[in-house]
């Protein structure tokens, strides 16, 4: 039986899955949820090189703060009714700017190694 309770890092995994299980197992013991992040794939192929999984507050909320652009003086109304406005992405008010996240890499024996924790 492994310590979870400490830093991940050397933890190897065969699969992406089995590392998001222990980091699972991990946060359960601490008190967080965990959401899949980042992935970095080998070029030219399906391989993926790198992948990060973060706690699930990570972020900012969006407080419906808009930025106000300048209308273009050129734009014509009939232009301006055909452009589609797009609608901020709506973020959970439970995101916090956590920082909680870990990070694994492929290495040379073909296993995904917890790097950063």
Request: charged letters at 30%.
């Amino acid at each position: 039986e492994e310590d979870l309770s400490g830093s991940l890092i050397g933890f190897t995994r065969a699969t992406l899955d089995e590392i998001y299980d222990l980091y699972c197992q991990h946060v359960f013991l601490v008190g967080f949820s965990v959401r899949k992040s980042t992935i970095r794939v080998k070029q030219g192929t399906d391989i993926i090189t790198k992948k990060q999984f973060l706690c699930s507050t990570v972020g900012k909320t969006n407080h419906g703060k808009k930025e106000k652009k300048e209308k273009n003086s050129q734009t014509t109304t009939k232009e301006s009714t055909k452009k589609k406005t797009r609608r901020k992405r709506r973020v959970a008010i439970t995101r916090t700017e956590c920082c909680a996240l870990i990070r694994t890499k492929l290495n040379n024996q073909r296993q995904y190694e917890i790097i950063h924790h």
